[in-house]
């Protein structure tokens, strides 16, 4: 069963009355949800009625076409699944809470099981649909092994300070989740229309193609998952920052789309591989590093945004602001990939084509801009739109977080000052010529 300490009730005191919601957002898939068994285990208590509904938004943090496609190819595979469970599913299209409320209101809902999701505009959505909707609204923490509201009640100021709050609970936390149980035939029916033609409904920006290297899905992420275990795990610990090696798990756009359970990533990997120091540092990324971005945008409201620094690093900025900046670029040179420097370009076009800029380049490609823009806030606003518009994992509270810690020095430390960058941690060419072969880098990405 699903654990307390999953769950939270973001409107205590209202009763229930009525059939269950599962209103899918940032979990979507069939298998290993909590959110979905959750609501499927409410519906049998109550012995009422079972709907899951994705709410499709016209447009979401300057997403393309590129994420669309990746994520509602995703989503007509849960359609299929859930349809085999006699467990109806809509896709609504148009104003997420709005959408929401029309369906409650028109099939008499008692309670929406909602995912638990740090952004500031997940947040907007659920508070509006509470503020219209007198039913009960359960929060389902389907994203983090141990749930985020519960490992920390405040922003944490470093990975080392959330580890062992982890660790302690780990154990606890990393259940195998039961098998969804199908509804009673005849349940209703599931209205889904397929991916070619929402996207043709949407407005959605066609410029930024969808990517051909990686299928979308849940049993496509499952796939994945095994091919690492078996093929690139056992050289994580030593290659994972070498950009030409290739040999990280690609699951990130499955973990953000919520087409893989990072419960599901962390048992197998225990089960099949085991604890070495391939393993732990695997697991160190997928489960510290990961959940530590959830609490900062959970616990931080300026997670996006300078004012989300540490003092120590606003100040640093401050004292830097008017160093003489060596090039400053505009954003369409960025976007372009038309700087001087083509390590960054390289790292630049990778995304842009690929859809996945290697994760040793994300610290280097983010300090940069950085270094190369008139503040630090154009500096932030550049690497969020960039990383949003082309990264297939962008708009995740990992992406934020990774761009804070880049520019902003968030969960790092002051590192001896230097302009421009003042006390934050300093990275440049010769840094990452040290570390791998630049050049096979750059000419591997223009010969893509
Ligand atoms: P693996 O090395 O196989 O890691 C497995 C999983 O662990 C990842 O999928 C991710 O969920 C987690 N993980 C790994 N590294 C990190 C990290 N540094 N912080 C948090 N979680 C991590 N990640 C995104 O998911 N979306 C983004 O938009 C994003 N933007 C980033 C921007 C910058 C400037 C930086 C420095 C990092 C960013 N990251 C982002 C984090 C990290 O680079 C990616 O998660 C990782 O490269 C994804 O590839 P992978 O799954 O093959 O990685
Ligand atoms: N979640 C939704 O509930 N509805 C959407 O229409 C939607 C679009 C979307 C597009 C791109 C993207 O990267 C994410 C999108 N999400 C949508 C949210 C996503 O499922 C995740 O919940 C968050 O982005 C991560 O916290």
């Known amino acids: 069963m699903i654990r307390e300490e999953r769950t939270f009730d973001l409107a205590p005191g209202r009763k229930t009355e009525g059939d269950v919601v599962y209103w899918m957002s940032r979990e979507q898939r069939m298998g290993d949800n909590p959110g979905l068994l959750f609501a499927r285990h409410l519906a049998a208590k109550m012995d009422c009625g079972l709907s899951v509904v994705f709410t499709l938004a016209d447009s979401f943090q300057g997403a393309t076409l590129r994420h669309y496609d990746f994520m509602l190819r995703g989503i007509q595979e849960v359609a299929l699944s859930l349809q085999k469970l006699n467990i109806p599913f809509f896709i609504v299209q148009g104003n997420p809470p709005e959408k929401l409320l029309e369906f409650a209101e028109a099939n008499k809902t008692g309670t929406v099981v909602v995912d638990f999701d740090p952004l500031r505009i997940k947040r907007d959505w659920i508070s509006e649909a509470i503020r219209k909707l007198p039913c009960k609204f359960i929060e389902v923490d389907g994203h983090n092994i141990v749930p985020a509201r519960f490992v920390s009640d ?125 393993s732990e540092a695997f697991l160190e990324e997928l489960i510290v590093r990961k959940e530590l971005s959830d609490n900062f945008c959970h616990y931080n409201p300026d997670y996006d945004k300078v004012n989300g620094f540490h003092d120590w690093a606003k100040k640093t900025h401050k004292e830097h602001a008017s160093d003489e900046r060596e090039y400053n670029y505009t954003t369409a040179e960025f976007e372009e990939g038309r700087t001087r420097d083509p390590l960054w370009n390289a ?102």
Request: charged share 30%.
């Open 154 to 278: 405040k922003c944490e100021f470093a990975a080392y300070t959330l580890r062992p709050k982890i660790n302690r609970l780990l154990g606890d936390f990393i259940e195998e989740f039961p098998k969804l149980e199908p509804m009673p035939a005849g349940s209703g029916i599931s209205f889904a229309s397929n991916p070619a033609d929402l996207l043709n409904a949407l407005k959605t920006d066609r410029r930024v193609a969808p990517v051909d290297w990686i299928l979308p899905g849940e049993k496509e992420a499952l796939k994945v998952l095994n091919a690492f275990i078996k093929e690139r795990l056992p050289g994580y610990k030593e290659h994972r920052n070498d950009p030409n090696k290739e040999m990280v798990s690609d699951l990130s756009p499955y973990l953000h789309f919520g087409q893989i359970s990072s419960q599901r990533i962390a048992s197998e990997v225990l089960k099949r591989h085991g604890r070495d120091k391939n």
């Open 347 to 448: 790292a630049q076009m990778q995304m842009v084509k690929r859809g996945k800029m290697h994760g040793y380049m994300r610290m280097y490609w983010a300090k940069k801009i950085l270094e190369w823009t008139e503040t630090p806030a154009e500096a932030m606003e550049t690497a969020i739109y960039l990383n949003d518009r082309y990264e297939l994992d962008g708009r995740d509270p990992n992406g934020y977080t990774g761009i804070a810690w880049s520019i902003g020095g968030v969960h790092d430390r002051a590192w001896t000052e230097r302009p421009v960058f003042g006390k934050i941690r300093y990275m440049n060419f010769n840094g990452c010529k040290r570390k791998f072969d630049v050049d096979a880098y750059i000419s591997s990405i223009e010969r893509r």
